[in-house]
């Protein structure tokens, strides 16, 4: 695990689905300061995709979608990728 920090701020929607979805903050705080690999969004090229494997959770690939331009960073969702893997 990384001792990096990174400030950030989680949209409402993102506070949400960390609770709904039971992701736990140093997950995606992992996430955040450590991707494996970080995709653009094909959509809005404000976004960033970041991607990391959990291994607290079954080496499943955990998403953060942020806007990385804004300064701290914007969370604007988080979801395990059930459809990813990560070689």
């Given amino acids: 695990m990384t001792d990096q920090t990174m400030d950030y701020i989680l949209t ?3 506070r949400d689905v960390l609770a709904k979805r039971q992701i736990e ?3 995606m ?3 955040l300061t450590a991707p494996e690999v ?3 969004d094909p959509v809005d090229p404000n976004l960033e995709h970041r991607l990391a494997r959990v291994p607290q959770f079954g080496d499943r690939v955990l998403r953060a979608i942020i806007s990385s331009k804004r ?3 914007l969370v604007v969702t988080v979801l395990f990728d059930r459809r990813r ?3």
């Fill in 12 to 14: 409402q929607h993102a």
């Fill in 25 to 27: 903050i140093h997950w």
């Fill in 29 to 31: 705080e992992q996430v």
């Fill in 85 to 87: 893997t990560i070689p």
């Fill in 71 to 73: 300064k701290p960073p």
């Fill in 38 to 40: 970080i995709e653009p």
